[in-house]
C-alpha cells in the first residue's frame, strides 16, 4: 500500500472515530453510553479530532484526496 493511501486512510479513520465520539458524547447527557460519561466521549472527539489535523495538513499532493501540488 502506498504511503499517501495510507495517511489519507489514516486520517478518514480518526476523524470518523472523532465524529462517533461527539455523536456519543451528545448521546450520553442524558445517560451512560457503554459505561462512559460524557466528559469522556467529548474529550475521546477532541483529542481523536486533534491528532487527525497534523496528518491532513501535511499532504501536499494527493490523488487519493484530489489536491493538487502547491507551487
Not at 20 to 35: R, Y
Request: with cysteine; aromatic share 14%; glycine share 4%.
Amino acid at each position: 500500500m502506498d504511503r499517501k493511501h495510507l495517511k489519507c486512510l489514516l486520517w478518514k479513520a480518526l476523524w470518523g472515530i472523532s465524529v462517533l465520539s461527539l455523536i456519543a458524547a451528545w448521546l450520553s447527557v442524558q445517560n451512560t453510553v457503554f459505561g462512559f460519561n460524557a466528559q469522556f466521549w467529548f474529550w475521546n472527539a477532541l483529542l481523536f479530532g486533534m491528532l487527525a489535523i497534523p496528518i491532513k495538513l501535511d499532504c501536499h499532493s494527493c490523488e487519493v484526496c484530489q489536491i493538487a501540488p502547491r507551487v
